[in-house]
């Protein structure tokens, strides 16, 4: 089985930054796409950010220009820099992986997740 950690979230104050960390371990024999998502209350799961094992990434328009994913393949980690942080990135973020488990078998994989609070 493969498992994601995540970490890093907390309590800031609009306009603060912090870096969510994600690591992924178990029977793994490469990662493809992994990604950050997040879930507001009341609101459906989005999209953040994602990034492809070649480094190709995507945001969503409301984080562009201010979170950064990147990833560290040596380590199976995913991370994101938020900066400029607004009440409204309140939520819980997950990570997920596209994870390549053997020869013939891929599944997708999801951290338990980690809350973010931006209030003043």
Do not use: H
């Not at 942080?85 to 596209?98: F, G, I, R, S």
């Amino acid at each position: 089985q493969v498992q994601l950690v995540e970490s890093g979230g907390g309590l800031l104050q609009p306009g603060g930054s912090l870096r969510l960390s994600c690591a992924a371990s178990g029977r793994i024999i490469s990662i493809d796409a992994m990604g950050w998502y997040r879930q507001a209350p009341g609101k459906q799961r989005e999209l953040v950010a994602s990034i492809l094992s070649d480094g190709g990434t995507n945001y969503a328009d409301s984080v562009r220009a201010r979170f950064t994913i990147s990833r560290d393949n040596s380590k199976n980690t995913v991370y994101v820099q938020m900066n400029s942080l607004k009440p409204e990135d309140t939520a819980v973020y997950y990570c997920n992986a596209e994870v390549i488990t053997t020869r013939f078998s891929r599944s997708i994989y999801w951290g338990q997740g980690t809350q973010v609070t931006v209030s003043s």
